[in-house]
């Protein structure tokens, strides 16, 4: 029976959905998952319909939906039961997780049927056949027989955008043929490939080790829903296990499937791979696609005209049916949680949507997230391991360098520190000695090395050496960083940028300091004391155009560079088998942060970058510099003991308790005025235990109100209160109830509310 009235979700920042009449003209195209077009305040939005048999008010009159532009639903029920439950579980506006699913191309009322990119093709029409002919059509226009035999050479068909800008042909020309009747413009439609302007490598065909067969063989044995953690070692080979998967789920098995990866420009590798096995059944989606090219992938894969997507986090959205696998790559990387609404976690996202298709989820890594291990050990998620690298490879030696014994020189005790360092102290603050010596050796036998120093600009911060004075973002509660190209000082939070400073500006002293290390400086030091080594820099300053992650990374390929020096971005999976040295600059970087994931963070850092050395036959060498040698977390990656370290970790979590003991919930309350963002915390707080108490949900516990570790961001103050949880649904009652009734009363204050279910970080 076509729907008398549909429930709709707005894409506005409230929880409930909206009735609205159907006409009969509109029937046939209204079902769960459809855009409609509805008027909200006199203005027209695009609505996404819920349910297409709601509930009604019978003495209710209810306003009509304005349009219905979609033949098909634009959600599957599949796609749609997710998005709802990322709507409960994350007590997320629906509109706003619905508007997440779709190209934003689809969301706007204003074209609510947006043509697809086309490009015009000039095509012969007339092929005049003799020459006799030929020469009588073109005896005034020679011009024109030119760009005619043009296009005949070319197979006949051609797009004008081609002819006009490759072949320097004038578009008066092409208008003259096609006025003449002799040559067709026509519009074809078509789907740029994100990917098309990197070469397609053929791929060896490689047979599987035992350990990769018998984790693929389990693969493809699974039940739908069931979940796998698969931990291997970095070189272990995972990619070939979803590769052979693949082969099973959409080759041989007709389905479909997602492969998310941490971000496509950090890790063309691995597209690579799948595109050479899966060739044009491959849409990758990218975060440089434009709108229309994005609108242009999401239909071909709507229609099935493509069965794999690979892409970062919002693939999880893409509008395949019948999905067989979910593979998310690297799972424990903090990319997969978006950090605006719908604040939701991509890994999570995926086991859910996994479970309504049918299919099954792979979740891969080297340093598996503390969650994933505890589900694992409860046998929520099945383990699978390969243990070792593929081919016999071994790990890479790691060696741990205490910069506390190096920077005291010759006053340590010890031997291997007792004589003195004649280097510049610049120098000796970056390279501890055998980190330089092992960089010239790896240098001098052609090979290549890799630097990790996991922050961007020349110095961490600015000092005055009298009294101590550091120079902070005016906006945000953190120190500015100094940066050389351009010179200034700039906000790593709100991009507030101002001079480096010649004088303090709170003693008048003259002796400012620059402190802690940044990329710039190792990348100056490196040219001024290695001069013959090739060094490319990659982090945020050198990555802000579209292609150049994959650039700089195509250099290392094709050894251009001697030494990549970067922030975090470099530790991905990235396999350069002539790498042989990996050196972190400052482990201590992440170690320091107030936050409860600082040592997981490190160790995976660690883990992930020591990883990259020694995946060919030369072996690699990995040094850590550190000033805090006994640190769990670099204790465990010098032994490359993901187990050892886990389990001091998860001890570590369980007083005070974390996750995964726990489920967290962090609310952020924030505003431009610091007593009304406190007060509407402590509000908050107590709104909470009041209703927690009276809900009688007693596994739920309020924490704080408390200032967030970082006090003020972009000019807002930050208060926040943590809800911990032994049970989920507990937790999802009282989110729930929370983000519907509490009122913040913005007023002057601008003051705001976030629910950040299941957090990333609680910075
Ligand atoms: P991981 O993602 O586990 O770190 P990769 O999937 O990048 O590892 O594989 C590491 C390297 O080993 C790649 O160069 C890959 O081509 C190679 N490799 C993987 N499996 C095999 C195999 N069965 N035989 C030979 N080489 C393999
Ligand atoms: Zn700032």
């Known amino acids: 029976m076509p729907p008398r009235a549909v429930s709709v979700a707005l894409p506005v920042p409230l929880y409930g959905t909206y009735a609205y009449s159907v006409e009969e003209r509109h029937a046939e195209r209204v079902a769960p998952g459809s855009r409609v077009v509805v008027a909200v305040r006199g203005?027209?939005?695009?609505?996404?319909?819920?349910?297409?048999?709601?509930?009604?008010?019978?003495?209710?009159?209810?306003?009509?939906?304005?349009?219905?532009?979609?033949?098909?639903?634009?959600?599957?029920?599949?796609?749609?039961?997710?998005?709802?439950?990322?709507?409960?579980?994350?007590?997320?506006?629906?509109?706003?997780?619905?508007?997440?699913?779709?190209?934003?191309?689809?969301?706007?009322?204003?074209?609510?049927?947006?043509?697809?990119?086309?490009?015009?093709?000039?095509?012969?029409?007339?092929?005049?056949?003799?020459?006799?002919?030929?020469?009588?059509?073109?005896?005034?226009?020679?011009?024109?027989?030119?760009?005619?035999?043009?296009?005949?050479?070319?197979?006949?068909?051609?797009?004008?955008?081609?002819?006009?800008?490759?072949?320097?042909?004038?578009?008066?020309?092409?208008?003259?043929?096609?006025?003449?009747?002799?040559?067709?413009?026509?519009?074809?439609?078509?789907?740029?490939?994100?990917?098309?302007?990197?070469?397609?490598?053929p791929m060896a065909a490689l047979e599987p080790t035992d350990a990769q067969r018998s984790a693929i063989n389990a693969l493809t044995s699974a039940a739908a829903g069931d979940v796998f953690l698969l931990h291997g070692v970095t070189g272990s080979g995972k990619t070939l296990v979803y590769i052979e998967v693949l082969r099973h789920v959409v080759d041989a098995g007709g389905r479909t499937a997602i492969v998310l990866v941490p971000e496509i420009a950090l890790t063309p590798q691995t597209v690579d791979r799948f595109r050479a096995a899966f060739g044009n059944k491959v849409a990758v989606l990218h975060s440089a696609l434009s709108d229309g090219e994005r609108l242009d992938a999401w239909r071909a894969i709507r229609s099935g005209e493509r069965r794999i997507v690979v892409g970062a986090r919002s693939a999880i959205f893409a509008p395949l049916s019948n999905i067989g696998a979910i593979i998310v790559d690297e799972e424990h990387e903090a990319s997969y949680k978006q950090g605006e609404a719908p604040r939701y976690h991509a890994r999570d996202v995926a086991i859910v949507r996994a479970r309504a298709e049918g299919g099954i989820v792979i979740l891969g890594s080297a340093t598996p997230s503390l969650e994933s291990w505890a589900n694992a050990r409860r046998e929520t998620y099945r383990l699978l391991t390969l243990p070792e690298r593929v081919g016999g490879g071994a790990m890479p030696r790691?060696?741990?360098?205490?910069?506390?014994?190096?920077?005291?020189?010759?006053?340590?005790?010890?031997?291997?520190?007792?004589?003195?360092?004649?280097?510049?102290?610049?120098?000796?603050?970056?390279?501890?000695?055998?980190?330089?010596?092992?960089?010239?050796?790896?240098?001098?036998?052609?090979?290549?090395?890799?630097?990790?120093?996991?922050?961007?600009?020349?110095?961490?911060f600015v000092?005055?050496?009298?009294?101590?004075?550091?120079?902070?973002?005016?906006?945000?509660?953190?120190?500015?960083?100094?940066?050389?190209?351009?010179?200034?000082?700039?906000?790593?939070?709100?991009?507030?940028?101002?001079?480096?400073?010649?004088?303090?500006?709170?003693?008048?002293?003259?002796?400012?300091?620059?402190?802690?290390?940044?990329?710039?400086?190792?990348?100056?030091?490196?040219?001024?004391?290695?001069?013959?080594?090739?060094?490319?820099?990659?982090?945020?300053?050198?990555?802000?155009?579209r292609w150049a992650h994959a650039d700089i990374l195509d250099r290392v390929a094709r050894?251009?560079?001697?030494?990549?020096?970067?922030?975090?971005?470099?530790?991905?999976?990235?396999?350069?088998?002539?790498?042989?040295?990996?050196?972190?600059?400052?482990?201590?970087?992440?170690?320091?942060?107030?936050?409860?994931?600082?040592?997981?963070?490190?160790?995976?850092?660690?883990a992930q970058v020591a990883g990259r050395a020694g995946r060919g036959p030369k072996g690699g060498?990995?040094?850590?510099?550190?000033?805090?040698?006994?640190?769990?977390?670099v204790r465990a990656a010098v032994e490359h003991d993901y187990r050892s370290f886990v389990a001091k970790e998860l001890l570590d979590r369980e007083?005070?308790?974390?996750?995964?003991?726990?489920r967290l919930a962090n609310i952020v309350f924030s505003g431009t005025r610091e007593v009304e963002t406190m007060e509407v915390a402590n509000r908050g707080a107590?709104?909470?235990?009041?209703?927690?108490?009276?809900?009688?949900?007693?596994?739920?516990?309020?924490?704080?109100?408390?200032?967030?570790?970082?006090?003020?961001?972009?000019?807002?103050?930050?208060?926040?209160?943590?809800?911990?949880?032994?049970?989920?649904?507990?937790?999802?009652?009282?989110?729930?109830?929370?983000?519907?009734?509490?009122?913040?009363?913005?007023?002057?204050?601008?003051?705001?509310?976030?629910?950040?279910?299941?957090?990333?970080?609680?910075?």
């Open 43 to 201: 203005r027209k939005v695009i609505g996404i319909v819920t349910d297409a048999d709601p509930p009604l008010d019978p003495g209710r009159k209810y306003r009509a939906i304005l349009d219905a532009p979609d033949e098909e639903p634009s959600l599957t029920a599949p796609l749609l039961a997710t998005c709802q439950w990322i709507s409960s579980y994350y007590a997320a506006p629906p509109g706003i997780v619905l508007r997440a699913a779709l190209p934003a191309l689809l969301t706007g009322a204003g074209k609510p049927s947006p043509e697809p990119r086309s490009r015009r093709i000039a095509e012969i029409a007339n092929p005049l056949a003799t020459l006799v002919e030929r020469d009588a059509t073109f005896r005034r226009s020679p011009k024109q027989r030119e760009v005619f035999e043009l296009l005949e050479s070319l197979g006949g068909r051609v797009p004008v955008e081609h002819l006009e800008h490759q072949l320097g042909v004038s578009s008066s020309v092409i208008t003259a043929l096609a006025r003449r009747g002799l040559v067709n413009i026509g519009k074809e439609t078509t789907m740029r490939d994100a990917f098309a302007r990197r070469p397609r490598k």
């Open 398 to 460: 790691v060696q741990i360098v205490d910069v506390r014994a190096a920077a005291n020189g010759q006053r340590a005790a010890g031997a291997e520190t007792s004589t003195h360092d004649p280097r510049p102290a610049t120098l000796r603050r970056v390279l501890s000695e055998p980190l330089d010596r092992a960089l010239r050796d790896t240098i001098a036998r052609r090979e290549q090395a890799i630097l990790l120093l996991n922050r961007r600009g020349f110095a961490a």
């Open 463 to 545: 000092q005055c050496e009298a009294c101590g004075d550091v120079v902070d973002c005016p906006n945000c509660s953190i120190s500015l960083t100094v940066h050389r190209t351009p010179e200034r000082m700039t906000c790593h939070y709100c991009g507030h940028a101002e001079p480096i400073p010649v004088a303090c500006a709170r003693c008048g002293g003259p002796t400012v300091k620059e402190r802690g290390l940044g990329t710039q400086q190792v990348e100056r030091l490196l040219l001024d004391h290695l001069p013959s080594a090739r060094v490319a820099r990659m982090d945020v300053d050198t990555t802000s155009a």
């Open 559 to 606: 050894r251009e560079v001697d030494i990549l020096l970067g922030t975090q971005m470099i530790a991905k999976g990235l396999d350069f088998p002539n790498v042989t040295l990996v050196g972190v600059i400052d482990a201590d970087v992440g170690l320091n942060l107030p936050d409860f994931r600082a040592a997981e963070r490190s160790f995976q850092l660690m």
């Open 621 to 633: 060498l990995v040094f850590i510099q550190t000033r805090l040698p006994g640190h769990h977390a």
């Open 655 to 662: 007083f005070p308790p974390y996750p995964p003991t726990v």
């Open 686 to 763: 107590e709104f909470l235990t009041k209703l927690i108490s009276g809900g009688r949900v007693e596994t739920v516990h309020v924490i704080g109100p408390a200032p967030c570790a970082i006090e003020r961001i972009k000019a807002r103050w930050r208060w926040h209160v943590l809800l911990r949880a032994r049970r989920s649904s507990e937790l999802t009652r009282v989110l729930s109830y929370f983000a519907t009734h509490f009122e913040a009363d913005g007023g002057a204050a601008d003051l705001r509310v976030v629910i950040d279910r299941d957090p990333v970080s609680l910075l």
